[in-house]
């Protein structure tokens, strides 16, 4: 039982650039999230899913694209990338709402736009 | 839609408690409180969650009012290993997206 898992761990990017955060949970959660943490600040909600097919934005979700073909995946896509995308990016999972379980967390991926 | 707010920092002796409030008038009415803590940059922590009653574990101890509208977090006797940032997460009305607050600076000095 791996728990959430992210990768890459760090990428560099240069600007106009695009690549794929992928986010991998085996816990059979059906919530799923993406946040953002700048330096300094807290994280801020990207996109989360509810479950497979089904994704919402969130509160920063300008310059990011997902999707939720399965259950387990739940990957964020950088289309032409920023230098205000440089940011740590995580992932979440939960069993869903009212659940009473924990929120699982990636350990996150470090993305430096150049 | 959901929201949480808490102090932006607070200084807390070692060996003392640390009292961490956090209002959470918008949460939805069947979903819980949860709290978490980050050190650095790394992956936010598990530390306590509750819906209704108070809850004690290993680590903390969560009061929630009974209009659930606000909590506390306490950490019974703190160490300079909980200066961190601690968030107290809500949902939005639906119970489906988690909302971070701002988060509380722990300072634990000696």
């Known amino acids: 039982n791996a728990g959430v898992t992210q990768t890459p761990k760090f990428r560099i990017l240069k600007i106009g650039q695009s690549m794929t955060l992928q986010c991998t949970q085996d816990?059979?959660?059906?919530?799923m999230y993406w946040y953002r943490q700048d330096p300094g600040m807290g994280l801020k909600l990207i996109y989360y899913?509810?479950?497979?097919?089904?994704?919402d934005k969130g509160e920063v979700p300008n310059g990011y694209n997902v999707s939720r073909s399965t259950t387990e995946d739940f990957p964020l896509r950088l289309e032409l990338a920023a230098p205000s995308q440089t940011s740590v990016y995580f992932c979440?999972?939960?069993?869903?709402?009212?659940?009473?379980?924990?929120?699982?967390f990636g350990e996150g991926s470090w993305l430096t736009v150049v | 839609d959901a929201k949480t707010t808490q102090p932006t920092s607070m200084d807390c002796a070692e060996g003392r408690a640390a009292n961490l409030p956090c209002n959470h008038s918008?949460?939805?009415?069947?979903?819980?409180v949860y709290w978490y803590r980050q050190i650095h940059s790394q992956g936010p922590q598990y530390i306590i969650h509750?819906?209704?009653n108070n809850e004690t574990n290993e680590m903390a101890s969560l009061i929630i009012t009974e209009d659930r509208k606000s909590s506390t977090l306490i950490l019974p006797h703190a160490t300079l290993r909980d200066t961190a940032v601690y968030y107290c997460?809500?949902?939005?009305?639906?119970?489906?997206?988690?909302?971070f607050g701002k988060g509380t600076t722990l300072s634990v000095s000696s």
């Open positions: 899913s509810v479950g497979a097919g089904i994704t």
């Open positions: 997460i809500a949902t939005n009305q639906a119970g489906t997206a988690l909302i």
């Open positions: 509750g819906l209704k």
């Open positions: 816990m059979n959660h059906n919530y």
């Open positions: 979440a999972s939960r069993p869903g709402r009212n659940s009473g379980n924990t929120i699982y």
């Open positions: 918008t949460i939805s009415g069947n979903e819980y």
